[in-house]
């Protein structure tokens, strides 16, 4: 099978979320009213606790002596505060079946054409469903989700022809599956489906999540990359991420988690780790990659036969190339 002809061909992403803003406040009153949270500096004086070389073993007594002393960001709830909220939006856009650029006639018609094929049989319904659930579970929460004694979200439908919202209680969503259903999962699912396939333009969603976490405790915004940290302008070993002053997650971690869906990767049934779409099944924080070239489970491989109307051999492999289109990123042959 030969490759694509293109050599420039780029999808835009079509969930788009917006960052997430965190709050304080208490399950009570968490529909009343909301502090933002902002960020605390820390200076701490650690032990040295990582792996000693063998010819540094004999002088543990001069290593703990020599104090690991830091300078770190920080963000916790008020002791009158036990719950997290945390406010963001969420686009659905429209045409997948359009790339943003795209420099081969011949192969964009056929790649419009699978499209149009799969929205025609399959209707986005089982993408939309995922990301729904990944919304109602509260999955976007990540480290803050462990340990809350209830989580909820609301979702709001924030286009002017529009008065829907729903009210969901994540603790009764499993994150390892997407087996749970409901008829508010469905209207929101439905909605998403829609806009996905072209049925409407787009939907644009507001999503407040709370987790109650405990008094005082400990929250997690985004963390920031420290390139270098010499030359840090803050000096500090760790950064979270602030929006004007207030503590925040970023987008591309909200995204993250709505897109972690991907069950359909050879080692599935082993691994039981639903894990997000990329185009090779890449886990950083696993150093693994479950889709690599040489099983042919690869966007790539998958791709350049679904775009140019050959079939792929199940349906799983259609809705994992459908995913990482609605992903979004360049495909083309060259960088």
Known sequence: MSKIPASVLAFEKKLVPSDGLMYGTTWENRNNKAEPLALQEKSVRGTISNRLKKSDEGK?????????LQRVDSCALSPEQDTLKLNFTLKVLSGVENPSACNHEGFNASYAK?????????????????????????????????????IEVQVRVLNNSSTQQWVFNSLDFDTNNFGADSSDLDELSNLIAKALSGESDFVLLEINAYAQVGKSQDVYPSEELVLDKNSSKEKKSKILYAVHDVAAMHSQKIGNAIRTIDTWYPEFDAQKRVISIDPYGAVTTLGRAYRAPKDKKDFFNLFDRFSQGEGLNNLDDEHFVMAVLVRGGVFGEKQ
């Open 60 to 68: 543990i007594d001069a290593k703990i002596e020599s104090a690991n």
């Open 114 to 150: 699978a499209v149009k094929g799969y929205i025609a049989t399959h209707n986005f319904k089982e993408l939309a469903h995922r990301y729904a659930s990944n919304l109602a579970n509260g999955r976007f929460f990540w480290r803050n989700r462990v340990g809350s004694e209830n």
